[in-house]
């Protein structure tokens, strides 16, 4: 195993070099390389029939695969609401939070799943029109006002966390969202949540509204020309409000999906960052439903790979949890300059 560790370790350190002479994208591809080899060549020094077939099982890997790639769905879509209105919302993973801890709270305090995901939307609208506040109306920097609702939603839902459940944590009786069973479409399609079957809904809803209604139309013409659109009597700031909260309640869902659709109870920052990963689908599937879609199952693919990967080999199982941030950073820097974002984007509008 040192053998491919050495010579992954060298590639990191030309891509590092490379990196330091200005050279961005090949730096990147360089290190991306470097790490990936690593980790594939301690594999195949451990690899054998046995392993193989344990890992490489069709139906658990894709329905884990879906699993793994609903939230990220979620908040993609939301986040490209968002940013296709001209706001840049990095506080997708403090409302991903949020809409877990108050998934659970609801579930818990109300007695139906229903409830809770209701609640989730409601908080998780609640932290995005925070940060429609402070990027519309106070036309604060829009990455350190998401970075804020991050750390806001983390403090929060840690401190009723601990004052409302203590140590004992959340209440394993907590309801669940169900399971749609549908035995003939087979063992990856014939059991798959709720929440699931909703994000291929909303997929089709968000292409069909963002790219064939008037409300898509405004949306994009609010990111791409603000001015313009002012002029025709489109309301800039009534736009780009709706925007935003629909990113935080569409974010929301998704941790409500990983608190009580998939695990069935709540631990502190148990997003993970799995809100960044969805920022990164948007920007991997260039703010289209479906591309952001084919990223999500690329990241969750990875993710379900890693968990895989830890049944034979459970020694470097920190190595496989990393696989997902890997190959996102690896995806963000392959995409950057050749994806088109919004003009707008991240620029405050000034009525005039």
Do not use: K
């Given at each position: 195993m040192w053998i491919p560790l050495f010579v992954g370790l060298i590639?990191?350190?030309?891509?590092?070099?490379?990196?330091?002479?200005?050279?961005?994208?090949?730096?990147?591809?360089?290190?991306?390389?470097?790490?990936?080899?690593?980790?594939?060549?301690?594999?195949?020094?451990?690899?054998?029939v046995g392993n193989l077939d344990q890992v490489v099982?069709?139906?658990?890997?894709?329905?884990?695969?879906?699993?793994?790639?609903?939230?990220?769905?979620?908040?993609?879509?939301?986040?490209?609401?968002?940013?296709?209105?001209?706001?840049?919302?990095?506080?997708?993973?403090?409302?991903?939070?949020?809409?877990?801890?108050?998934?659970?709270?609801g579930a818990d305090k109300f007695g139906n799943w229903e409830m809770g995901v209701v609640t989730a939307?409601?908080?998780?609208?609640?932290?995005?029109?925070?940060?429609?506040?402070?990027?519309?109306?106070?036309?604060?920097?829009?990455?350190?006002?998401?970075?804020?609702?991050?750390?806001?939603?983390?403090?929060?839902?840690?401190y009723f966390f601990i004052d409302i459940y203590g140590e004992n944590g959340t209440p394993g009786d907590l309801p669940r969202i169900p399971d749609v069973n549908v035995g003939f479409l087979g063992s990856v399609f014939g059991?798959?949540?709720?929440?699931?079957?909703?994000?291929?809904?909303?997929?089709?809803?968000?292409?069909?509204?963002?790219?064939?209604?008037?409300?898509?139309?405004?949306i994009r013409s609010v990111g791409e020309h603000p001015r313009a659109a002012d002029t025709?009597?489109?309301?800039?700031?009534?736009?780009?409000?709706?925007?935003?909260?629909?990113?935080?309640?569409?974010?929301?869902?998704?941790?409500?999906?990983?608190?009580i659709g998939y695990l069935g109870s709540f631990?502190?920052?148990?997003?993970?960052?799995?809100?960044?990963?969805?920022?990164?689908?948007?920007?991997?599937?260039?703010?289209?439903?479906?591309?952001?879609f084919a990223a999500a199952l690329l990241f969750g693919g990875s993710t379900a790979l890693s968990f895989r990967l830890q049944q034979p080999w459970p020694a470097p199982s920190v190595l496989f949890q990393a696989l997902p941030y890997v190959l996102t950073l690896i995806a963000v820097a392959g995409v950057i300059g050749r994806a088109t974002p919004p003009a707008s984007a991240g620029r405050p509008y000034v009525k005039q």
């Open positions: 590639a990191i350190a030309v891509g590092i070099w490379v990196l330091s002479r200005g050279a961005r994208r090949p730096g990147w591809t360089a290190i991306g390389f470097g790490l990936v080899g690593i980790l594939l060549g301690i594999l195949a020094t451990r690899a054998n099982v069709w139906g658990a890997l894709l329905s884990a695969t879906l699993v793994w790639a609903t939230p990220l769905t979620f908040a993609a879509i939301g986040g490209m609401f968002c940013e296709r209105s001209g706001v840049v919302n990095i506080g997708l993973e403090g409302m991903m939070l949020a809409g877990a801890f108050f998934a659970a709270l939307a409601i908080a998780g609208g609640a932290f995005a029109a925070v940060h429609a506040v402070m990027a519309i109306n106070l036309r604060a920097d829009q990455v350190v006002s998401g970075t804020a609702i991050n750390f806001l939603a983390l403090g929060v839902t840690g059991h798959l949540n709720v929440m699931i079957w909703l994000s291929f809904l909303l997929l089709i809803v968000a292409h069909v509204t963002l790219f064939r209604t008037p409300i898509g139309l405004r025709v009597g489109i309301s800039v700031y009534g736009t780009r409000y709706a925007a935003v909260i629909l990113s935080g309640m569409l974010a929301a869902l998704g941790g409500a999906y990983l608190s631990s502190e920052n148990m997003t993970a960052g799995r809100g960044f990963i969805a920022l990164a689908a948007v920007i991997f599937g260039n703010w289209r439903p479906f591309g952001a």
